[in-house]
């Protein structure tokens, strides 16, 4: 993988982890309340996205497409976490 790549999807992980501390111990319910969380969710996934417009085009293409089946499969199997969002 370029050094350039590596970077980017290093930066993307990072975003990544510190979503998922923003959100640890939290329910639906807590998450729905707290509109700093969710602004600040919202930005970090924005953070992940630029970054992955960042990743070259050798990289991406390299990778399985993404498709709505799988992500809506990988939504129906956690749920319960992904409620937690």
Do not use: C
């Amino acid at each position: 993988m370029p050094k350039g790549d590596a970077l980017y999807v290093g930066y993307m992980l990072d975003m990544a982890r510190k979503a998922l501390q923003l959100v640890e111990g939290k329910d639906r319910v807590a998450f729905d309340q707290d509109e700093t969380l969710r602004l600040a969710l919202v930005h970090l996934i924005q953070v992940i996205g630029e970054a992955a417009r960042g990743i070259s085009h050798e990289i991406s293409k390299s990778q399985p497409p993404h498709s709505l089946e799988i992500d809506y499969w990988y939504a129906e199997q956690n749920r319960t976490r992904l409620y937690r969002l």
